[in-house]
């Protein structure tokens, strides 16, 4: 054993433990051989990755295509550097060594970023949304752009970038819009406590079936919602396709707002009578001019 240990310090000791710019510049080969690692092993090993997210994008979804990118792009990226730094003379394990030290020191400088890059991990792993789906978190709705290590960046529909700690998505509830392939539109509806509801029930169910984007299965509701200060509520209830959602929640509404119209059934306005009894007519009411003088 003891001779073994002395034979590997001795190679330690004969080995390079550094970079000598006089040793390169007289044997060009090992400063080639890096050059053309570094200058042609970083292009290919990005074309690879680039080719692989586009391809698992097409079969699978965006968000796999990243994390395959990634995971190919980094590691063959930091053995091509590693490559190169042999090449050229530098000993590893100090740097190895170092980078230690290194990342001991960062990790507890940057706690916030780790607790980012492993909730980031778990949205990968648990995929509660992709690249392209819609979410709600708290005030704010839009479309995913990047699903990041340390954040999640969101287009709103106002063309604004939102970014969005991974931490706070895996802590807080947020909510997937387009998760599943149909959505559900609910309108309000109001109407005056003389109408027919029978008749305004079959009205809105008319034209909830005249829009050919409203689908029929699930069938179309409208739910009795109850007695408003001035209206009688119910709510038209239509499921349509994701990409359908924004012109149906708007052109139904001025259907809805047209057959009532064309019907004469009348959608009242928040309004207040004053009566002095239930026996006695409304409490009359008597203008009186004054005199100029």
Do not use: C
């Not at 292009?43 to 080719?51: D, H, I, N, Q």
């Amino acid at each position: 054993m003891l001779t073994m240990a002395m034979a590997f310090q001795q190679a330690q000791e004969a080995a390079p433990t550094g970079f000598d710019l006089d040793r390169l510049l007289a044997e060009p080969g090992p400063l080639i051989r890096g050059a053309l690692l570094l200058f042609v092993g970083i292009p290919a090993v990005w074309a690879l990755s680039r080719w692989m997210r586009g391809h698992i994008s097409g079969r699978y979804n965006a968000q796999k295509g990243l994390v395959v990118h990634k995971l190919i792009f980094w590691p063959l990226a930091l053995i091509i550097v590693v490559s190169v730094l042999k090449e050229l003379g530098f000993s590893l394990a100090p740097l190895l060594g170092a980078a230690g030290i290194l990342g001991i020191a960062i990790g507890f400088a940057s706690q916030t970023s780790v607790s980012n890059i492993i909730s980031g991990f778990f949205l990968l792993g648990e995929e509660p949304f992709k690249v392209g789906d819609t979410i709600q978190v708290g005030d704010m709705e839009g479309v995913v752009l990047t699903i990041d290590m340390l954040s999640v960046k969101v287009r709103t529909f106002d063309n604004r970038m939102v970014r969005i700690p991974n931490e706070t998505l895996v802590k807080s509830q947020f909510t997937n819009v387009s998760y599943f392939p149909i959505r559900r539109v609910d309108m309000p509806v109001g109407v005056a406590y003389n109408e027919d509801i029978g008749q305004v029930r079959q009205i809105l169910l008319d034209v909830a079936k005249s829009n050919p984007n409203v689908l029929m299965e699930p069938e179309p509701l409208v739910i009795f919602q109850g007695f408003g200060g001035s209206s009688v509520d119910f709510k038209l209830a239509v499921w349509v396709r994701q990409d359908s959602y924004l012109s149906v929640r708007n052109g139904i509404a001025e259907d809805v707002k047209k057959r009532l119209d064309a019907e004469g059934i009348e959608i009242p306005f928040p309004h207040v009578s004053l009566y002095a009894g239930t026996e006695t007519g409304p409490l009359p009411i008597r203008l009186v001019k004054e005199d100029d003088a």
